[in-house]
Every structure is written in C-alpha cells, then in structure tokens.
T-cell receptor, first 117, second 114 residues
C-alpha cells in the first residue's frame, strides 16, 4: 500500500522557537496533502490543505501566519509552527490521497508529537 | 454538508467475543466511507473502505463493515476480538468532488479484556 512518512516523530522545543515538520509520500505523488491536529483523546481536526505549487488552504480558525505550509514538490509538504508556544503542543498528522481515479483513500503519516516548553 | 456520528465513545468486550462499533453518516452526495484504527501515539491505519461497490466490505485483521443506505449506517464488526484490537477507531466520510476532504467521527475507544 501507499506509504506516508513524517519527520521528526517527536520534537521538544523552547517557547518562541519555530519547528518544521515534514510529510513525504514515499511511493506515490501527491499534489494535495492534508495537515491535522489531534488533542489527547480527541478526533483529528483538519488544519489545512497543502497544494503543490500554490498556496495552502486553511480551515476556519487556523492562523496561516502561525502554521506555515509549503508544498515544494509532488512528494513533500512541510508544516512550520512559528514562534511556538505551549498551547501549540499537540500531535500533528499529515495525510495524502493516492489520487487514483475513483479512489478517495487517504494514507496517513505516523504523526509528530510536539511539546513546547 | 457531511457529518459522521460514532454512537459510542467507549466499547468494552471480552477477548473472543464479537465487536460492534457503530457509525452513522450524513452526506448530500454519494459518500465514500472508511474505518481507520489508531494505536496509542501512532498514525492512522486504514482498516477498510466503501466506495460504491459491494455493500459488505471486508478489511484487514478480520474486520468488516456493511454499508446500509436506508439506515445511513456503516457499522464495523469483527466476529472475535483479540487483545491487539484495543485501539481508537475512527469512522470517516468523504465524497467525490469534495476535494478529498475527510470528515471524522469523534472516535470509539475499544477495550478488550481477558
């Protein structure tokens, strides 16, 4: 099956620093990728849609200047949490659809645990 | 608009007994429906999917789900639970033309006891 990777798997940083999370589709190309945030014991919340070669589309209530998304190639999207604060601590997950005709299946990365001190 | 309701936030079963995780959906269009499983501190793994073919869908690890349009349901079942099935399960819906956006249910925590 399709594989999506994320790096790093966990990161601890000081308040005020920026953190970059990578999402890669390893064996398929993805013109679109999605970024989610998950709080403990809760469901996934869609943050934004990452579009290769164009601007990301953010969901209502998500600060685009806070969560910078870049989709530089057909296999890589990055999420940068700028000037991170403790309230940004969370589990961040990306996903990518294989975009096969008629197939809506999305494959998820293993997630990145962010802890801001 | 589309939505997903997982009727039980927690389900507890004994090992070897059947599992039933309930899911109802609402979608204005022909939906695609998925069940994903998430083990602690892990990403989501696809269990099975329905995309307008056979209404009874078989997935991995012995799970299956039946799409019932009249009941707008897509319940997940397994004949015999195993300890390794303990995890969080998400019912998810999307629809063709929806830009691949997924709508998640709130999740069901499955506990398997000896």
């Amino acid at each position: 099956g399709a594989v999506v990777s994320q790096h790093p798997s966990w990161v601890i940083c000081k308040s005020g620093t920026s953190v970059k999370i990578e999402c890669r589709s390893l064996d398929f190309q993805a013109t679109t990728m999605f970024w989610y945030r998950q709080f403990p014991k809760q469901s996934l919340m869609l943050m934004a849609t990452s579009n290769e070669g164009s601007k990301a589309t953010y969901e209502q209530g998500v600060e685009k200047d806070k969560f910078l998304i870049n989709h530089a190639s057909l296999t890589l999207s990055t999420l940068t949490v700028t000037s991170a604060h403790p309230e940004d601590s969370s589990f961040y997950i990306c996903s990518a659809p294989t975009q096969l005709a008629g197939d809506e299946t999305q494959y998820f990365g293993p997630g990145t645990r962010l802890l801001v001190l | 608009a589309q939505s997903v309701t997982q009727l039980d936030s927690h389900v507890s079963v004994s090992e070897g007994t059947p599992v039933l995780l309930r899911c109802n959906y609402s979608s204005s269009y022909s939906p695609s429906l998925f069940w994903y499983v998430q083990h602690p501190n892990k990403g989501l793994q696809l269990l099975l999917k329905y995309t307008s073919a056979a209404t009874l869908v078989k997935g991995i690890n012995g799970f299956e789900a039946e799409f019932k349009k009249s009941e707008t349901s897509f319940h997940l079942t397994k004949p015999s639970a195993h300890m390794s099935d303990a995890a969080e399960y998400f019912c998810v819906v999307s629809y063709t033309g929806g830009g691949n956006k997924l709508t998640f249910g709130t999740g069901t925590q499955l506990k398997v006891e000896l």
